[in-house]
């Protein structure tokens, strides 16, 4: 049963807004995306009127929640402060403790009213990894999810999430087409492709949709993703990141307890300037960085196996060896691994014989490593 924003705009005329007239006629409302039973949009409030407005998205998120046929409602509350007004005053305290422990002995232990006091594990994953760049260009999904294959084939239980908002390529890498289905707790499935568990905002919305979305907007998909799929029981869940240093960034590191981020970055140093501010970002959240992968190392002629360093070659181990982080592998530029990721069918699944597959077992190797290295002194 398809949605239509009429229906939606219907649901929301119920309910009221702090100033005491219907939501749809609060001048607040973003533009409503709803499309296979999947609705988006954000309340667009004052900064300084937030927290009177954070119970009215939870009522417009339950009102569009119960229409019929709707599957997934994302709804994001956008609090922008007014040029000259006062910043909002903190936050207030909050009595619960949990939340990530300091990393070391010599840092304080955090505020409860750190944004990281939010994260809480999700049942039934044992580690969260991310995957990420500061620049886009780097083959940071296809080495994702070739990763995430190389851990399967250790033996480990391993999901995928493309939180690549903005640029979702999860889809296409593997050739996923259908939408992801709800279980009984209204939480939606995961696909399983190639023994793994996958979710993508790219199963929601239209390949060629443009996600012109506030961060606030980006901040809920992403917590979504997250706490409303029925993920199972996973030993990694693999986060493919969007470039940058971004809200999206923040969000994961502020919602879970990640145990690790691997870089990824191409040996020219326009690339290394980038893949450091990703590194500096995830060490001021706390998050230990597993390493660095230098990816499209070389370019190797597929005919000939002659090896050509287009883009200079080294760049992210000496980086690496500089910033005192491992360097986890070099991966090729090969035409095999650009022709099985258009295809849907990733390298590690399509030639696990080959060369290729080795290398991302191989980095896998290393980052399974070491997170059993940091339990052990956990």
């Not at 990420?132 to 391993?158: E, Y």
């Not at 690790?260 to 959240?285: C, E, H, N, W, Y």
């Amino acid at each position: 049963m398809s949605v239509t924003q009429q229906q939606v705009l219907d649901a929301l005329a119920k309910v009221a807004s702090p100033r005491g007239v219907a939501l749809t006629n609060a001048n607040v409302l973003s533009a409503i995306t709803a499309t296979d039973g999947k609705v988006f949009f954000s309340i667009n409030v004052d900064a300084a009127e937030a927290r009177a407005w954070e119970s009215v998205r939870a009522q417009a998120e339950a009102a569009v929640r119960a229409i019929p046929g709707v599957s997934v409602a994302m709804i994001a509350l956008t609090a922008e402060r007014k040029p000259g007004a006062a910043p909002p005053p903190p936050p207030q305290p909050h009595r619960h403790t949990h939340g990530v422990q300091p990393v070391s002995a010599h840092k304080p232990p955090q505020s409860p009213a750190s944004p990281m006091s939010k994260q809480a594990e999700i049942p039934g994953v044992a580690a969260v990894i991310a995957v990420a760049s500061g620049k886009g260009g780097v083959g940071k999904s296809t080495t994702a999810l070739n990763l995430a294959l190389g851990l399967r084939d250790l033996g480990l239980r391993v999901g995928l999430l493309d939180a690549d908002i903005y640029g979702p390529s999860v889809p296409r890498l593997t050739g996923i087409h259908e939408k992801p289905k709800l279980n009984d707790d209204r939480k939606m499935i995961p696909i399983e492709r190639f023994g793994l568990a996958i979710m993508s905002i790219g199963f929601l919305v239209e390949e060629e949709t443009a996600m012109i979305w506030r961060g606030p907007m980006v901040m809920s998909a992403i917590t979504q993703m997250l706490r409303d799929v029925a993920w199972g029981t996973l030993d990694i869940l693999v986060v493919d990141m969007p470039p940058g240093t971004g809200d999206a960034q923040l969000t994961l590191a502020q919602n879970v307890p990640l145990k690790g981020a691997v870089i990824i970055s191409t040996p020219q140093d326009l690339s290394l300037i980038d893949a450091r501010r990703g590194l500096a970002m995830f060490k001021k959240v706390n998050v230990p960085v597993l390493g660095i992968v230098e990816n499209m190392s070389y370019f190797q002629c597929p005919h000939c196996g002659t090896r050509s360093d287009i883009f200079g070659h080294g760049g992210a181990r000496h980086e690496a060896e500089r910033l005192g982080v491992p360097f986890l592998g070099e991966i090729p530029l090969h035409m095999s691994i650009r022709t099985t990721s258009d295809s849907g069918n990733p390298v590690v699944a399509s030639e696990p014989d080959g060369p290729h597959a080795a290398i991302y077992r191989e980095i896998g190797t290393k980052v399974r490593d070491q997170l059993q290295g940091a339990n052990a002194a956990a």
